[in-house]
């Protein structure tokens, strides 16, 4: 996914019935492990696909994760709900960049990224290429079902 983790976010929060910090939470997470494009742009030169990042790994996701949510269990459980939101959304993130982008599922055994839908470079830009393949298709309709919730709520 190029544009729709933000959305996805919000899509999940609403799933969950959360708002304010909680819903926060949800799209803070969703959008996090994006979050490695500045090292990727401002400091690696990209000289590796971004999805290699400790912070695009399920592995390193599931560790931590589990950690977090044990400490908080024990240690500030009133945290839980936005830490598993988060957690929530950091997982839908890695499972929407499964779609076309491509995640290491199988790390640290192997770095391959598993990919549904290759998109090829039809064009001279990556980013048109993934515009304009049909598997784009899908992000415009989280944008679009975001989008109606967010605006049917605040019109109602
Ligand atoms: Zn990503």
């Known amino acids: 996914m190029i544009t729709a983790h933000l959305?996805?976010?919000?899509?999940?929060?609403?799933g969950i019935r959360a708002r304010g910090w909680l819903m926060g939470a949800a799209?803070?997470?969703?959008?996090?492990?994006?979050f490695?494009?500045?090292?990727?742009?401002?400091?690696?030169?990209?000289?590796?696909?971004?999805?290699?990042?400790?912070?695009h790994m399920p592995a390193f996701w599931l560790v931590t994760g589990a950690a977090l949510l044990t400490?908080?269990?024990?240690?500030?459980?009133?945290?839980l709900?936005?830490?598993?939101?988060?957690?929530?959304?950091v997982a839908l993130h890695l499972v929407l960049d499964?779609?076309?982008?491509?995640?290491?599922?199988?790390w640290p055994v192997s770095n391959h990224l598993t990919t549904l839908?290759?998109?090829?470079a039809t064009q001279s830009h990556?980013?048109?290429?993934?515009?304009?393949h049909w598997s784009f298709l899908p992000e415009l309709a989280i944008w679009a079902a975001a989008l109606f919730l967010f605006f049917k709520r605040k019109l109602s």
């Not at 959305?7 to 609403?14: I, M, V």
């Not at 490695?36 to 912070?55: S, T």
């Not at 839908?117 to 090829?120: M, R, S």
Request: charged content about 10%; overall charge neutral; glycine content about 12%.
């Open 126 to 132: 990556w980013l048109l290429s993934f515009i304009l």
């Open 117 to 120: 839908v290759a998109v090829p």
């Open 7 to 14: 959305p996805s976010g919000y899509l999940l929060g609403r």
């Open 27 to 34: 799209v803070l997470g969703a959008v996090f492990p994006d």
């Open 36 to 55: 490695d494009l500045i090292w990727f742009y401002g400091v690696d030169g990209r000289a590796f696909h971004h999805h290699l990042y400790w912070v």
């Open 81 to 89: 709900p936005f830490a598993a939101a988060f957690l929530a959304g």
């Open 98 to 106: 499964t779609f076309a982008g491509g995640i290491a599922w199988a």
């Open 71 to 79: 400490v908080l269990r024990l240690a500030a459980p009133g945290a």
